[in-house]
């Protein structure tokens, strides 16, 4: 069984990696490989290290963020389940500004995404359910919600090509739908 991964840098978003792992498959099923310290740390700063799980298990229709910060470092992917996982370039300084990049990931298509500081991270559930993982890697104590920045799903600026036109949000995504739209 190998564990190798397939390490690229997106085209479109500097900085943001997408790793394909191997996948074994047999009469069983499959197995495959999502961290592996010594090749995927060296992907991050000096120093920094990943130190933090999360999941998120969703229905269909569900679209999360458009969240971020300004020191997570993140590495996502789909355990079951698709997901269309949007990264929104939110670097003020950068010539992709606002920019994003799309990436649908199933059992089909298995990959990881890792997402730098000061991108937005966005997912949409297009199956029935999906568990959503984050792999977080950050200096000092984590930042949640209330310190993060958060983007409208259809925020025109942007202009994400969602697979839906009513998804079901947080409240906090649908507070910044309402504010975007001046409600």
Same mark, same amino acid.
């Given at each position: 069984? &190998?564990? #190798?991964?397939?390490?690229?840098? !997106?085209?479109?978003?500097?900085? *943001?990696?997408?790793?394909? %792992? &191997? +996948?074994?498959?047999?009469?069983?099923?499959?197995?495959?490989? !999502?961290? /592996?310290?010594?090749?995927?740390?060296?992907?991050?700063?000096?120093?920094?290290?990943?130190?933090? #799980?999360?999941?998120?298990? &969703?229905?269909?229709? *569900?679209?999360?963020?458009?969240?971020?910060?300004?020191? @997570?470092?993140?590495?996502?992917? @789909?355990?079951?389940?698709?997901?269309?996982?949007? *990264? *929104?370039?939110?670097?003020? $300084? @950068? %010539?992709?500004? /606002?920019?994003?990049?799309? =990436?649908?990931?199933?059992? $089909?298509?298995?990959?990881?995404?890792?997402?730098?500081?000061?991108?937005?991270? !966005?997912?949409?559930?297009?199956?029935?359910?999906?568990?959503?993982?984050?792999?977080?890697?950050?200096?000092?104590?984590? +930042?949640?919600?209330?310190?993060? =920045?958060?983007?409208?799903?259809? $925020?025109?600026?942007?202009?994400?090509?969602?697979?839906?036109?009513? %998804?079901?949000? @947080? $409240?906090?995504?649908?507070?910044?739908?309402?504010?975007?739209?001046?409600?």
């Amino acid at each position: 069984m &190998s564990f #190798d991964f397939e390490i690229t840098e !997106s085209k479109k978003l500097k900085g *943001v990696m997408i790793i394909k %792992p &191997s +996948i074994s498959q047999d009469r069983r099923g499959t197995i495959w490989t !999502s961290f /592996l310290k010594e090749q995927i740390d060296k992907l991050l700063p000096d120093g920094l290290y990943f130190k933090h #799980d999360k999941f998120s298990e &969703s229905r269909g229709n *569900v679209l999360r963020g458009i969240h971020g910060d300004n020191k @997570s470092w993140k590495l996502v992917t @789909s355990v079951y389940g698709e997901i269309h996982q949007v *990264v *929104v370039d939110c670097r003020k $300084d @950068s %010539p992709t500004y /606002l920019q994003w990049e799309e =990436f649908i990931i199933n059992k $089909d298509n298995q990959q990881l995404i890792l997402i730098p500081p000061m991108m937005g991270n !966005s997912y949409y559930i297009s199956s029935e359910n999906a568990v959503y993982h984050y792999k977080l890697a950050y200096d000092g104590d984590y +930042i949640d919600a209330d310190g993060q =920045f958060t983007f409208a799903w259809n $925020d025109p600026n942007i202009a994400i090509k969602w697979p839906t036109k009513t %998804p079901i949000l @947080s $409240d906090r995504d649908m507070e910044a739908h309402l504010k975007q739209e001046g409600k």
